[in-house]
Structures are given as structure tokens and as C-alpha cells.
């Protein structure tokens, strides 16, 4: 059972451009949402991250969108660029729990071109 | 330098063969936990552990064995490898495990693992 669920798998995206990854996911009681990014070689390393408090944040040219009416969240990447080529992974999570368990979305493996 | 270091990084080896996959973190985490990576099934946990002697099983628990003895080290065992557990594994650590909200995972470089 795919709890988060990752769109796209794969993701080709001009430099400069705007990269959006979407993710879904079915357990309401989860209270965080990160995301990952893997270099090739890499494991993987936090990103951004958010609570369902807000509806949005920003970290420079990363942006998260959260509804949670939809139960959906996104990663927006503004200004694409070479360097940011990598897989995404989103990730929820019970926060308040006794154990904090991250469970992973598949993965989008992003490339910008030039 | 903060780190989570994972041994050896790559192995090949045959059916049946005991392995022993080690992860160290040098950052005094109390958090600590193993996962594989497949090809359309992202990050999958294996098993993870609250502090030391205190483990449980992940969502894929299935032919593996942990131990925790000492806070820093987590090794994960196969004791009888089959094919299907040829993947890519990844060891992480957390400053701490729940109930004062979630903590970044920090990943080690990880361990691609080729069963025959």
C-alpha cells in the first residue's frame, strides 16, 4: 500500500525553467512533510520541509505548496537549474508519535537542461 | 565532521552467505534506522531504533536482523541473502525519534548490495 504517492517519475525540465513535482498522500493523521534530494552516488539529504499549519513555503528557489483539504503537496523549483538535476523524494510523517517513521513517495528524477 | 558512515559500499556476494552491513554516526543521534532503495518503489524502512538495546521492525523486516548496542553503530544483518534483496541501502540517524516533533534524517552514502 503506497501511502505518499509521487508524480511525476521523471521529469526533463529546460534551465531556467519552473520544475513542479506533486504528491499525494492518504493518512490524515500525518503532521510533516519533507523533502529529499539525491545526488547521484548520494544518499539522500533534506531539502524543505513543512507542517499542514501553513499552506506554503519558501526556501530561496524552493517552494512547497500544501492543501490539505486535497491532502496534496508540491515542490516548485523556480529557476531551474543544471545543478539541481537530482531525484526528489517527498515524505510524510507523524511527528508527535513515539517513533517517527518517514514514509517515502517513489521518487522524480529530475534533469535540467541548458 | 558530522557524518553517518556505512560499510562496505558496494558487495557482492552469493545466496545464503551471512553479510553484516555496518552504519556509525558520529553525531550522538538517538535515532537510527535502515532503508532500501529500489527502482519504482523509493525509500522503503527496514528497521529502525529509538536508543540503544530498543529496536523495531520497519515496513520491510523480512530476512533482515539489527542490533544496537552502543548509540553510534547500527549494523544490519542478512543472514541468509536471497536475490531479491539486491538493492541499494541507506542508514540514517535523527537527533531524536518523536514526541518533541520530527527531526532531519541525516543518510549515510549508502550500500548497493548485489545478491547471485
Known amino acids: 500500500q503506497q501511502q505518499v504517492k509521487q508524480s511525476p517519475q521523471s521529469l526533463i525540465v529546460q534551465k531556467g525553467g519552473i520544475s513542479i513535482i506533486n504528491c499525494a498522500y492518504e493518512?490524515?493523521?500525518?503532521?510533516?512533510f519533507p523533502w529529499y534530494q539525491q545526488f547521484p552516488g548520494k544518499g539522500p539529504a533534506l531539502l524543505i520541509a513543512i507542517r499542514p499549519d501553513v499552506s506554503e513555503k519558501k526556501e530561496g528557489r524552493f517552494t512547497i505548496s500544501f492543501n490539505k483539504s486535497a491532502k496534496q503537496f508540491s515542490l516548485h523549483i523556480m529557476d531551474s537549474q543544471p545543478g539541481d538535476s537530482a531525484t526528489y523524494f517527498c515524505a510524510a510523517s507523524i511527528s508527535t508519535g513515539t517513533a517517527s517513521k518517514l514514509t517515502f513517495g517513489t521518487g522524480t528524477r529530475l534533469q535540467v537542461t541548458l | 565532521e558530522a557524518q553517518v558512515t556505512q560499510n562496505p559500499r558496494y558487495l557482492i556476494t552469493v545466496t545464503g552467505k551471512k553479510l553484516t552491513v555496518t552504519c556509525s554516526q558520529n553525531m550522538n543521534h538517538e535515532y537510527m534506522s535502515w532503508y532500501r532503495q529500489d527502482p519504482g518503489l523509493g525509500l522503503r524502512q527496514i528497521y529502525y531504533?529509538?536508543?540503544?538495546?530498543v529496536t523495531d521492525k520497519g515496513d520491510v523486516p523480512e530476512g533482515y536482523k539489527v542490533s544496537r548496542k552502543e548509540k553510534r553503530n547500527f549494523p544490519l544483518i542478512l543472514e541468509s541473502p536471497s536475490p531479491n534483496q539486491t538493492s541499494l541501502y541507506f542508514c540514517?540517524?535523527?537527533w531524536g525519534a518523536g514526541g518533541h516533533g520530527f527531526n532531519e534524517q541525516f543518510f549515510g552514502p549508502g550500500t548497493r548490495l548485489t545478491v547471485l
Open positions: 540514517a540517524s535523527s
Open positions: 493518512n490524515t493523521a500525518f503532521d510533516y
Open positions: 531504533s529509538m536508543n540503544v538495546e
